[in-house]
């Protein structure tokens, strides 16, 4: 059991190496790049048998039916890479096996759907099932969801999840709108999204706080061999006191009230600001609305997305920001 524990690693590094057309691989570069990765994961290696028991199984039809050009030769040894150069299994339809493992995956997430910790399963399992097309004939597109494939930045993703969990000091090239490229060390800690848009929560050193950094302004992500210094933030909570990312550090929590109109106060009832609203008792038109937040660039976007169908009523430092923010915009036109 213990060469096939980690079978769908092996496969990634198998497939990367056969899609790598500046490199040719023989057995013996093969398994040391297969047993480099697992000798880091913590596990032990495989043997050649091993080896070949995996290239074989990736060529059946159980497998990904891979076609390897087999012809080629380095240091008179065979070698190994796939004819067409566009190949990949990360591009192929899952396999059998594939199919069963995600298929039995996402029975056991069912369990616990409606469990309230687990309550984001409600909508990965059907995304999943839509994604990798285990809906029946006919039925796939059913659910639509609001996603940006062509965001910049997005390949980041894995990468940064793979630093934080080995808790790996890092370097990024960062470049800001309008201005020239600079480096800067972090401890990375959180990566989260909002509005369609990936941010890195990290420690910078420099200027000994937490800062954020847009990942489609990332231009590169390197490795350090220095120490890391933990987080005692938990991320879970961080974001519970605001609305975005932008986390001021300086102001406190405002009870911020909101008056709607009729034809708009419905759709917020039903879709919350945030997780701290609700119903000002006092309001007899049930047209108000309270929020406890720190006030930030997020929340002032937010209540101006809502135009004329709501009105700051207090505290007067809100207030006074919408009216500051109204005139700026009325300027514009």
């Not at 040391?32 to 028991?53: A, P």
């Not at 995996?54 to 060529?59: G, L, N």
């Amino acid at each position: 059991m213990a060469t096939n524990k980690h079978a769908q690693i092996r496969y990634t590094i198998l497939d990367r190496c056969f899609s790598n057309f500046n490199r040719l691989y023989t057995y013996d570069y093969l398994l040391e790049e297969v047993n480099d990765h697992l000798y880091e994961l913590g596990t032990e290696g495989i043997r050649l048998r091993q080896l070949q028991y995996d290239i074989d199984h990736m060529k059946s039809d159980a497998g990904w039916a891979i076609e390897l050009d087999e012809s080629l030769k380095k240091e008179r040894k065979k070698a190994f890479r796939y004819q067409d150069k566009s190949f990949s299994i990360a591009n192929h339809p899952l396999n059998v096996d594939d199919l069963e493992q995600l298929e039995t995956t996402i029975t056991i997430l069912s369990r616990y759907k409606h469990r309230a910790e687990f309550s984001w399963l409600e909508e990965l399992i059907p995304r999943m099932e839509q994604a990798f097309n285990l809906v029946a004939d006919g039925d796939n597109g059913i659910v639509g969801y609001q996603e940006n494939i062509d965001l910049k930045g997005r390949q980041h993703i894995t990468t940064l999840f793979n630093l934080i969990v080995k808790r790996k000091q890092i370097k990024i090239i960062y470049e800001p709108y309008g201005k020239p490229q600079f480096d800067v060390v972090v401890f990375p800690y959180h990566v989260k999204q909002y509005n369609n848009r990936w941010f890195l929560f990290c420690f910078n050193a420099q200027y000994q706080s937490i800062s954020n950094y847009p990942l489609d302004r990332i231009m590169s992500i390197e490795e350090l061999a220095e120490g890391f210094e933990p987080s005692a933030i938990n991320w879970l909570d961080y974001f519970d006191d605001i609305i975005g990312v932008t986390k001021p550090e300086d102001d406190k929590l405002e009870k911020i009230h909101l008056k709607f109109s009729e034809q708009r106060v419905n759709y917020v009832l039903t879709k919350p600001l945030h997780g701290s609203q609700k119903l000002d008792k006092s309001d007899e038109g049930g047209q108000m609305v309270i929020i406890e937040v720190v006030p930030n660039n997020e929340l002032y976007q937010l209540l101006l997305s809502f135009g004329a169908d709501v009105v700051v009523i207090s505290p007067p430092k809100v207030r006074d920001e919408m009216v500051e923010r109204i005139k700026n915009l009325t300027n514009n036109y």
